[in-house]
């Protein structure tokens, strides 16, 4: 049957139709939505891990069980999932297993553009990179294969184009691979000295072979056209040079790691002038060129951002398609949603003049003005750690240092580092923004929503209990529209030695709509224009000649604005334009 499908929705898919039965991955976009749709399908048991770390080991330990497994997660992901995933490259499998990563050049949602390719190669493990999403759905499939095949874990690269474009996919029925029985063996599983010796001389051989046979897979092939010009490209850059440049030969890779030496070099020796198109770094092409074969590439490209048809064109002296001028729209800075409850927070922590320790989440956006409060964003859960450092370099202001951080970055990562500040001793105050759903990502439950995957009730970890089990000397709770509660709080907390904890509490407005009230309204007898609403950044608050007006379409009636007005001009009632 054939669908119009998502590169994330293929993917799910593809590890239905190919007989999965386990994935466990952490949100992030680009690659959300591969693990919700898969738990959609109720022969897949799906769930969110604490991190992708754990997640990946959850993949592990399942594939070891005898299941096929999967783990998905964006780039950064896979940099804290890199811990097991060097280590079960050197140990193989038992069922297959297959980690799918979703880089992001351009940096649409991401705080960098690294590029995943680089960590197949220093992991020595094998990568596919779809080109669309019907190739999303048959590579998946073909990833299981491989993976039991060569008994080893098996990358899948997307990037956000390809996750998250639309495009036609053939489909089938669910294929139930037989369980494999556990057998207990140290030598392949336990990676002492002694036995990772034995195993990283087999990879190397597993990834010799594989290399040799790549060159007669389907995924791989050569378009041949023009003989002048040949592009080696992969993945969504295929799309682009196909249509910006429809004479030239193309070599299209569907594995990008290890390289199908023997085909490139035939493809090579097709053509007189060899071009390697890739987006960000150039993989492909330092090791093509490592091998003796004249080819340019990233002369042209560049390293940063996304490529597209108009500018690969625009390389090869093809006329480009006007692009847009930026004077035709207008600019339209991120913000957070009306009703959001970290408004509050930010506009205390702003009041306060505090040195803030950020962190990643919608709350990175404090750093924007009006709040301008955030100093420093830098991974998930560093805002701890940082704000220890901090302190300890600057030890006269090490209370004017606060770290904020989400409830869901908290337990992903902020937990050992709340662990080593109590441990160390540190001077430093905590503030948990916990709005009861991992905001950022699209609502997804964690462990201290009480919520699974599938919205059913489970185990509701407590942020406060942990906290306090941890050591901290204060831990105390407050509303996030709590204003005179939170700078109280601020103010007692950076005055206290040790470390101390504050956690603002309230749901997240697109997660918790029952919230929205009637618009607020604006009497303009009694405003001054004092323009002290405005400085809660809410986008339904406009400013006026003389006033300023509640746009009655976007506010969702949180009453912040009525909180911070100093002359009872905001109330509820009718819209008055």
Known sequence: MRKLLLGNEAIARGAWEAGAKVVSSYPGTPSTEITEYAAEYPEIYAEWAANEKVAMEVAVGAMLGGVRSMSCMKHVGLNVAADPLYTVAYTGVNAGLVIVVADDPGMHSSQNEQDSRFHARAA????LEPADSGECLRMTKLAFELSEQYDMPILIRTTTRIAHA????????????????????IMKNVMMPGMARFRHVSLEARMKKLALDARDWEINRIEKRSAKVGVVCSGVVYQYVREALPDVSILKLGIVNPLPRDLIEDFAGQVEKLYIIEELEPVLEEQ????????????LTGHQGELSPRKIAALFGQKPAEPLSAGELPARPPVFCAGCPHRGPFSILKKLNLTVMGDIGCYTMGALEPFDSLDTSLCMGASVGMAQGMARADKDNARRTVAVIGDSTFLHTGVPSLLSAVYNNADMTLLILDNLTTGMTGQQANPATGEDIHGKPAPKIDLEGICKAMGAKSVRTVAADDLNGLEAARREETAREGVSVIIARQACILHDRKRNRPPLHVDEAKCKNCKQCMKIG???????EKNVWISPARCVGCGLCAKVCRFSAIGKGGDKA
Do not use: F, H, L
């Open 166 to 185: 639309r495009s036609m996919v053939n489909t089938s029925d669910r294929v139930e691979v037989p369980d494999r029985p556990y057998q207990k063996d």
């Open 538 to 544: 809410c986008p339904a608050i406009e400013r006026r």
């Open 288 to 299: 093509i060129a490592s091998w003796g074969i004249a080819c340019e590439g990233k002369n």
């Open 124 to 127: 020595q493990v094998p990568m």
